[in-house]
């Protein structure tokens, strides 16, 4: 784990203290300030891809609307045939499978980097609504139990002392536990992305043989579904 030892020594006690509690708290208040430096610039990245995609979502609407005129299709909307149901079915859960795999990853690294309470704090949001919520959150809320006690302990304790050594260790059982979930998970979804994309690709060559022009037409709303459902899922975070 990751531990800051600040030490002062003095033969006035109040002085030793008010000289640690000083630097414990200026180190806490620049750790803060780190933090929201990151939460800065994840916050710019989104807004970059959002104007970014609002273009490719303006474009993906302006080819839909371009080709329903000049393929002069004027009833877009008819009921789908069961095929295409499918395949947007099978293209739904496809996304929601790539993104579920997106934030797992992303916790798993988190997690190999020992952070400490507050970044812990900060995953537990992101398994909100994801399949394996129920797996991974209690372990997590867990995890930061014990950093926050460790946290306390270390108020009163040196890093070498019995207890904290204790806690270290069940700090690190509970990373590794949560980490063999993760990597569980991790296989579970892979497999179903992978009977997904199969299943996906034999319809999309039965897909292949409708009328040119429906099929055009469902190509370019399907993109642009897609880009919607993006768009939507970057607003949220």
């Known amino acids: 784990a990751r531990t800051v030892s600040i030490r002062f020594k003095s033969n006035n006690p109040r002085l030793g203290y008010e000289v640690v509690m000083g630097v414990s708290k200026t180190f806490m208040q620049y750790n803060d300030k780190k933090l929201k430096q990151s939460s800065e610039n994840i916050l710019?990245?989104?807004?970059?891809?959002?104007?970014?995609?609002?273009?490719?979502?303006?474009?993906?609407?302006?080819?839909?609307?371009?080709?329903?005129?000049?393929?002069?299709?004027?009833?877009?909307?008819?009921?789908?045939?069961?095929?295409?149901?499918?395949?947007?079915?099978?293209?739904?859960?496809?996304?929601?499978?790539?993104?579920?795999?997106?934030?797992?990853?992303?916790?798993?690294?988190?997690?190999?980097?020992?952070?400490?309470?507050?970044?812990?704090?900060?995953?537990?949001?992101?398994?909100?609504?994801?399949?394996?919520?129920?797996?991974?959150?209690a372990n997590l809320e867990a995890l930061y139990v014990l950093l926050e006690e460790k946290e306390d302990v270390l108020f009163k304790l040196t890093p070498e002392a019995s207890e904290v050594k204790r806690l270290e260790k069940r700090i690190t059982d509970k990373s590794n536990q949560i980490l063999r979930s993760i990597d569980a998970v991790q296989i579970r979804l892979a497999a179903r992305r992978s009977v997904i994309s199969s299943k996906l690709n034999e319809l999309e060559v039965e897909y292949s043989a409708m009328p040119e022009k429906r099929m055009e037409f469902n190509r370019l709303r399907n993109v642009q579904d897609l880009n919607e459902k993006y768009f939507q899922l970057l607003t949220e975070k």
Do not use: C, H, W
């Open 44 to 137: 710019s990245f989104i807004d970059k891809q959002l104007d970014s995609l609002s273009v490719e979502l303006k474009r993906s609407k302006d080819s839909l609307m371009t080709y329903q005129r000049v393929a002069k299709l004027p009833d877009p909307d008819q009921s789908s045939s069961t095929l295409q149901i499918e395949v947007e079915r099978f293209q739904e859960e496809l996304f929601i499978l790539n993104d579920e795999l997106v934030v797992l990853n992303a916790i798993n690294q988190k997690l190999k980097n020992e952070p400490n309470r507050l970044e812990v704090y900060r995953i537990l949001p992101e398994l909100l609504g994801k399949s394996y919520e129920t797996a991974i959150a």
